[in-house]
């Protein structure tokens, strides 16, 4: 009842910034009332006792409902990409917020920065609660909401404020490509060279973010250093996503589907990206007959970049799941994913003994992996796709199953193996 | 050309059934009366608790084997049939029986009308999932107990929770952790009535201890065997027919476990394709979960002398058993997960105390596979002592 209480009068503050756009004060207050909202259901979880049974995530999302806020959702992001005048009336919610901290007026992206880092942060608060039990839960939570704020948000925004001249360089640092599909784009790569310092800076670290630091932190963590603990989109899918995250489904059918998406996705961007790099060092636009924007970068941008990233990684949470797009999708989990699969010192490992079938490790893994089936082997679970997110391990009542980045040899395995 | 016949689609008999079609050794045919494909037992309470649907529950079984939804009413051992209830019959060379066992049932006076329930069958499950009473009473102080206090406390219901013994799982815990966990339990708000022998279920529950009003109970008293079909059809006379087998819970062989199911099925399906059978580790390994705290058991041997230490508040504890020679052959963690593969490879080499104190956890893992290092230190000074 709280609850629904706190949710109305978030609603309403939003509403009177809408039409009466009361400022600063007015703007502050809305983004306050939604946190108030987000304290009444994390006052609610720390009623709960600490533990997946005791919250019925299966019945909650009954499937017309999930089917509306699916459409809500997909709608919400089509509007965002392709119809820019209709967000423009929210625009009163972020304004003076905008011109206050970098300086310019809010557009339709500044908006979902705010919107977006706000849902981070307050279904974070949530989670934080819900998992309150277990310390990685709580450190990983923690430190995935505040990358969202810090470098997603924060960040970018002051220095586009401080540094007008070069604001578009001013970006998510920590967003490389593949994710950051456009990165070697001629307009993007103009703009570092004529960038100075600043731009060399956010080349040359863009570059060794890919070639560099994915591997090695992969090799030595798992993809998890990323995809649960900083990624903006694995931001969302850990903490607004969370309560989706038993509808991923864990066939092998969509395991096929998974393999058959995310690899020629990758291998679309890369091939895309050398045409686009190859022409930018030839000075050319066009490949023979081929204009590099319109065959190689604008379909890419289109169909991946908003229809996939967007509108289905995330409309698409309350019919398959928070991981969607990283599942899916995301090329650059398919990179750190081939890392992790070939040679990585991370791996889930379980203990065939004291596994008692109960599946709740499978129906929590939000990339769909059945991780009953290796625990019911006691193998590890070393698959392309694993987040590390550690719900499986939280969520095993048998507390069979854990994550480990060490040296293989120098593990001893328990696993009764036949 | 073998035929195995399984009766009872419980972790003993799939196992048994897995070993069996992985060896090609025959064709094999798994009965099972509860449901047509086996399910998690241990996994009921989710159901119960709404937590998890039927489908989450179901387990595989390789395609290789045929599964018969059904319940077997008589066999012959001599022309070596068993046969369905409305009349089909499976013929076999070799049959296993396991079937399990049911929920013991209150000893004591029901009165006529007053909703008593237990969580040993799929259905059980599914009854429990449409409960929703106000006040809610336990009987029994065991595993399945605490998982219909969890169930009550889950659904806001009053809870009251009557054990017999005077502590909690008093076969594994100290008096003193046993207290701390009552504690715990009681924080969240479950009426916890220790040495409280239950003798009527009604309009009061009548107790040793006083009378109680709850408008249902659950009962979770242990175990009966199930039924073998047949005149005169006891375990001993199984154990004559050189064809037929029984194992798991109808016959254990040790605890009643899912584990113990498992490895019974396992264990007999490859002796019966002429395989070799894979060692067991080198110590039990026994985990439970009751309100969040999670109880790990390690054993090698009966240790001679023990360390502790228990934190009252959170109800967390640490407990280390030696040999005398010093080597650390029992743990019990109580709200620790104990589960660093370091750990236990020192334990399970029987480390002496001393090596313990270099067991350094890995950094970047979740909370429990790191022990705590303050509690660690202190109580190898203790031991070395
Ligand atoms: C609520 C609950 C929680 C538990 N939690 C744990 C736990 O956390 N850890 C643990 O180790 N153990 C746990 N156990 C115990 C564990 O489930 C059992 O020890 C294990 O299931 C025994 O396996 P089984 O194969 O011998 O028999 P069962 O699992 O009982 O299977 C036997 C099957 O045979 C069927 N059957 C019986 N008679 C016939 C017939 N005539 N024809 C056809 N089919 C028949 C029965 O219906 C049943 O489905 C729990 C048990 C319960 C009830
Ligand atoms: S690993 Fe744990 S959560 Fe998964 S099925 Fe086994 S006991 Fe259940």
Redesign the interface.
């Known amino acids: 009842m709280i609850q629904i209480l706190a949710v109305l009068l978030a609603l309403a503050a939003c509403a009177w910034n809408v039409i009466r756009n009361p400022g600063l004060a007015g703007e502050v207050a809305w983004l306050a009332a939604w946190s108030l909202a987000a304290a009444a259901f994390a006052w609610k979880e720390a009623r709960r006792l600490p533990g997946f049974a005791h919250r019925p995530q299966v019945r909650r999302w009954q499937k017309v409902g999930r089917w509306a806020l699916a459409a809500a959702l997909t709608g919400a992001y089509s509007v965002l990409y392709w119809w820019p005048e209709g967000v423009e009336p929210l625009l009163p919610l972020v304004d003076d917020l905008s011109t206050a901290v970098r300086g310019a007026p809010a557009d339709r992206w500044w908006l979902y920065g705010v919107a977006y880092t706000g849902l981070v942060l307050n279904s974070g608060a949530i989670v934080a609660v819900r998992y309150r039990h277990d310390a990685y839960q709580r450190r990983r939570t923690a430190v995935v909401a505040m990358a969202q704020l810090v470098f997603a948000f924060t960040v970018p925004a002051i220095l586009q404020g401080l540094d007008v001249e070069h604001a578009a360089l001013h970006r998510d640092w920590k967003l490389f490509w593949p994710l950051d599909h456009s990165f070697f784009e001629p307009y993007r790569l103009d703009a570092l060279r004529a960038g100075g310092t600043i731009g060399r800076f956010y080349l040359i670290s863009g570059v060794l973010l890919f070639a560099v630091v994915a591997p090695v932190a992969t090799y030595w963590w798992g993809k998890r250093w990323y995809c649960s603990w900083i990624c903006g989109c694995g931001g969302l899918a850990e903490t607004t996503g969370d309560a989706f995250r038993t509808l991923s489904t864990s066939t092998p059918k969509s395991w096929k589907w998974e393999r058959w998406l995310i690899y020629p996705i990758l291998g679309w961007i890369s091939v895309a990206t050398v045409a686009v790099v190859g022409a930018y060092i030839a000075g050319v636009e066009s490949i023979g007959p081929l204009s590099v924007y319109a065959v190689f970068t604008r379909p890419y941008g289109f169909v991946v970049g908003a229809l996939f990233s967007g509108v289905i990684g995330v409309g698409f949470y309350p019919l398959l799941g928070n991981r969607v797009w990283c599942r899916f999708g995301c090329p650059l989990a398919a990179y750190m994913g081939i890392i992790q699969r070939v040679k990585s010192r991370f791996r889930v490992s379980t203990q065939a003994g004291g596994c008692i079938s109960c599946g709740a490790c499978t129906l929590h893994c939000e990339m769909g992996i059945d991780v009953r089936a290796y625990a019911e082997r006691g193998e590890d679970v070393r698959r392309a796709s694993c987040v590390g997110c550690g719900v499986c391990a939280e969520v095993c009542p048998r507390d069979v199953i854990r994550l480990e980045s060490t040296s293989e040899g120098a593990v001893w395995r328990l696993n009764a193996k036949d | 050309m073998e035929r195995f016949v399984i009766i009872g689609n419980g ?1 003993a008999g799939r196992a048994a059934a897995a070993a069996l079609a992985a060896s090609r050794s025959g064709e094999v045919v798994l009965i099972g009366r509860e449901h047509p494909v086996p399910f ?1 037992r ?2 009921l ?2 159901r119960a ?5 039927d489908a ?2 179901e ?2 079984v390789p395609a290789e084997v045929q599964a018969v939804h059904g319940e077997v009413v008589a066999w012959s051992p001599e022309e070596r049939w068993v046969e369905l209830a409305g009349g089909r019959r499976e013929p076999f060379s070799q049959v296993i029986w396991a079937v399990g066992a049911k929920a013991r049932p209150f000893p004591g006076t029901v009165d006529p009308g007053f909703p008593v329930f237990s969580l040993q069958e799929w259905g059980d499950a599914q009854t429990l999932s449409h409960q929703h009473p106000r006040s809610w009473g336990v009987v029994g102080g065991g595993l399945v107990g605490a998982e219909l206090v ?1 169930w009550g ?2 659904r806001g219901a009053e809870t009251h929770w009557w054990v017999r013994e005077p502590h909690l799982w008093s076969e594994r815990l100290t008096e003193e952790e046993s207290s701390a966990l009552a504690r715990r339990v009681r924080g ?1 708000g479950v009426h916890l009535h220790l040495a409280t022998p239950v003798h009527r279920l009604g309009h009061p529950v009548v107790t040793a201890k006083g009378e109680f009003q709850v408008e249902a109970a659950g009962v979770a008293i242990g175990v009966v065997p199930n039924a073998i079909p047949g005149d005169a059809c006891s375990l001993d006379a199984i154990a004559h027919v050189p064809h037929a087998h029984a194992i798991g819970d109808v016959a254990p062989d040790g605890p009643r476990s ?2 113990a199911a498992t490895r019974a099925g ?1 264990e007999l399906g ?1 002796r019966l394709a002429g395989m070799p ?2 060692a ?2 080198p110590f039990s ?5 009751c ?2 705290r ?1 109880v ?1 058991t390690l054993t090698a041997r009966t240790p001679t002398w023990e360390v502790s230490t228990v934190d009252a508040r959170t109800a967390r504890s640490l407990r280390l058993g030696f040999d005398e020679q010093g080597r650390w052959v029992r743990a019990v963690a109580m709200g620790w ?1 104990l ?1 660093s ?2 750990i ?2 020192a334990f ?1 080499a029987g480390a002496p105390v001393d090596a313990l104190a270099d067991a350094r956890p ?1 950094f ?6 790191r022990l705590p290092l303050n509690a660690w230190a202190q109580l190898l000074k203790d031991a070395a002592r």
Not at chain 2, 49 to 53: D, E, L, S, T
Not at chain 2, 285 to 289: L, Q
């Open positions: 972790p998690s241990p996994g309470i989710y608790m709404g937590a998890m649907r989450d529950l387990l595989p969890e406390v889950g969240f899912w584990e396992r490859m059978f894979s067991s580790p390994d026994d985990r439970t979960r309100f969040d999670t790990t997960k589960r593969n370091a236990k490879a399970a890995f970047n893992e979740p909370e429990g596979t």
